[in-house]
């Protein structure tokens, strides 16, 4: 299984990047997928959750309202479009599956950076 993450970079505050994890070695439709973040100095961290036809989502409170998780079963495909974005979202940003509320997921990507200049 590979989940390659993309499409990280520096953005001055309140613009927008939009992330993309291509999904392989899995049958990408059967899985609920998230997005997590790690910033410096600190632990992992949900950011946003999707079901497996993309028709329910979920997103961490510091996020809400700004980020839009999606994905594109077609493509093997899962994006997280950030608007808005603030310093503090400055982070490693991962994406992994499944998601569950009571486990940790089995497969993760490599990460993409995205940092978030004031």
């Known amino acids: 299984v590979q989940l390659q993450a993309s499409g990280g970079g520096l953005v001055q505050a309140g613009g927008s990047l939009r992330l993309s994890c291509v999904a392989s070695?899995?049958?990408?439709?059967?899985?609920?997928m998230g997005w997590f973040r790690q910033a410096p100095g600190k632990e992992r961290e949900f950011v946003a959750a999707?079901?497996?036809?993309?028709?329910?989502?979920g997103y961490a409170d510091s996020v809400k309202g700004r980020f839009t998780i999606s994905r594109d079963n077609t493509k093997n495909t899962l994006y997280l479009q950030m608007n808005s974005l603030k310093p503090e979202d400055t982070a490693v940003y991962y994406c992994?599956?499944?998601?569950?509320?009571?486990?940790?997921?089995?497969?993760w990507g490599q990460g993409t950076l995205v940092t978030v200049s004031s």
């Open positions: 999707i079901a497996y036809s993309g028709s329910s989502t």
């Open positions: 992994a599956a499944p998601y569950s509320d009571v486990e940790s997921p089995r497969y």
């Open positions: 070695g899995l049958t990408f439709s059967m899985y609920t």
